[in-house]
Each structure stands twice: as structure tokens, then as C-alpha cells.
């Protein structure tokens, strides 16, 4: 196979002809890399719609006591609500279910929204406790009794009910709207850009409350009883490895910790 030699002169000209070629490709592309990368979000709303896009994984069939890869919690998710750049934001240490963490949170936005001008405040509820029962839909309240573990206070899981009378955004003098104590609830504060954290340690430990009182109807293991409560996390909410470990996350990204 006849070969030849380029003297160094003529490797330099191939070598920018190369370059040349290889940075225009990279300029061509450029804007199409650039629409990829979503844009910072700057207010709750952008944030919802960003996480809306995120998959989550909701078909464990078993999952661990403690979580070591990313990939069994909503890791994109998280780090995107960690990373929320604006400077108001506020996180809740929510436990009791019967408490009033979601009136606060609501009275919280009211004020910083319409009191302090402040369109970007972002509020976050670190949910466990007996707080993270609300997080289960209905078909897990119904399927393992959920409200036994309310000490009798829920029935049924009013708190994924929306029952405000008006959407009016414009209207937020109006008692009965979103913006008074009808809209506490998970779905009107998640419309109004909340984010819910649900938390897996509090997950395990339902799962051994109800093995303990025998609510097992599938006859099912821990990690499966676990991953089926998981499975049936209420829609928008993202789950972390635990939230006492997440908090501290929170605090260092700049938001303030309320307990």
C-alpha cells in the first residue's frame, strides 16, 4: 500500500482545515444544543411545569430499607427544587397530618405574593409523620386502611380534595377562593406552584405499622408493600431518600426552614 509522507507544513493545513470543518459543525449545532437545555425557572409556576416534564418512577416492584442510587428517587426532580435560584423560598418540616401545615403554607404565599411583591417565593413542604399519609391516593387509603393510622381524625384523605368555590386568580380578597381556607389543600397549593416532597423513610416505616396490625391482604414483604406505596405517590409529588436528610440540603441552596 503506497504511502506518503506530508512535511509538518502540510499536516498544519490539514490540521485547520479539520479544525475549521469540526468548528463549524460545532456552531451549526450550537443553537440546537442550547434550545435543548431548559431554561432556569424563575417563578413557581415555570418550576411545576419544568418538574411536570420529569419522569418518575412509579413501577417498583420491590425497593430497599435505605436508598443508595439516584435512581430510586426522583433525583432529577429534587435537584431541580433544590436548585430554584430565587431568593425567597421557604421549607416546611411538615409531621402531623391534623396539624395546620397546609393553612400556613397557604397564609405564607398569600403574604409574600401580595404583601411583599415577591412573584418568584417558592414554598416547599418537607413532608413525614403522620403528614405523609396525605401523599397516598385514594386506592391506598382504601386498599391498607390507611386512616386506622390517623388515630381516627381522616376517614378518607380530604386533603387531595380540592373544594374551593372560585379559580378567579385576580380575586385573592375572596374567602371562599384558592387564596382562603378552602384552598388548603395538596392539589390547590400544587396549582399554585407548592412542590411536595414525600419522603422514603417515612414510607418504610407505614409499610411496618401495617404489617404489624396485619393489613396485608396480598400477603406481601415489606420492600413490595413499600414499592406499592411508592407506586402510588399522588400526582407532582417527588420523592426523596428521606426528608430529614433533605432539609439540610434545602438550607444550604438558600431556603429557609421552617419547623
Keep these: 500500500m503506497e504511502t506518503f509522507d506530508v512535511p509538518p ?35 413557581p409556576e415555570a418550576l411545576a411545569k419544568q418538574l411536570a416534564d420529569l419522569p418518575r418512577h412509579r413501577d417498583f416492584k ?9 435512581e430510586q428517587w426522583d433525583a432529577a426532580a429534587l435537584d431541580m427544587v433544590i436548585a430554584y435560584p430565587g431568593p425567597h423560598k421557604q421549607v416546611w418540616d411538615n409531621t402531623e397530618i391534623g396539624g395546620p401545615w397546609l393553612n400556613v403554607m397557604r397564609n405564607s404565599m398569600n403574604a409574600q405574593r401580595f404583601s411583599f411583591r415577591h412573584p418568584d417565593f417558592l414554598a416547599v413542604s418537607a413532608t413525614h409523620g403522620s403528614a405523609h399519609l396525605a401523599l397516598f391516593d385514594d386506592a391506598m387509603w382504601t386498599k391498607y386502611r390507611l386512616g386506622m393510622l390517623t388515630a381516627g381524625a381522616f376517614k378518607s384523605n380530604l386533603l387531595l380534595q380540592a373544594h374551593h368555590a372560585s379559580d378567579d386568580l385576580a380575586d385573592h380578597e375572596d374567602p371562599s377562593s384558592l387564596f382562603g381556607a378552602p384552598g388548603n389543600s395538596i392539589p390547590t397549593l400544587q396549582a399554585r406552584g407548592v412542590v411536595f416532597l414525600a419522603c422514603h423513610n417515612a414510607i418504610w416505616e407505614v ?53
Design 9 to 43: 507544513s502540510g499536516r498544519r493545513h490539514l490540521f485547520g482545515i479539520g479544525a475549521a470543518a469540526t468548528g463549524a459543525a460545532l456552531l451549526a449545532a450550537l443553537p440546537q444544543a442550547e434550545a435543548a437545555i431548559p431554561a432556569e425557572p424563575t417563578s
Design 62 to 70: 420491590t425497593v430497599p430499607m435505605i436508598l443508595d442510587h439516584p
Design 207 to 259: 409499610t411496618g405499622k401495617l404489617i404489624a396490625k396485619g393489613i396485608n391482604p396480598d400477603r406481601k414483604t415489606h420492600p413490595e408493600i413499600a414499592a406499592e406505596l411508592t407506586n402510588h405517590l399522588a400526582e407532582g409529588v417527588v420523592l426523596t431518600p428521606g426528608i430529614v436528610a433533605t432539609i439540610p440540603e434545602l438550607q444550604a441552596s438558600g431556603f429557609a426552614y421552617i419547623k
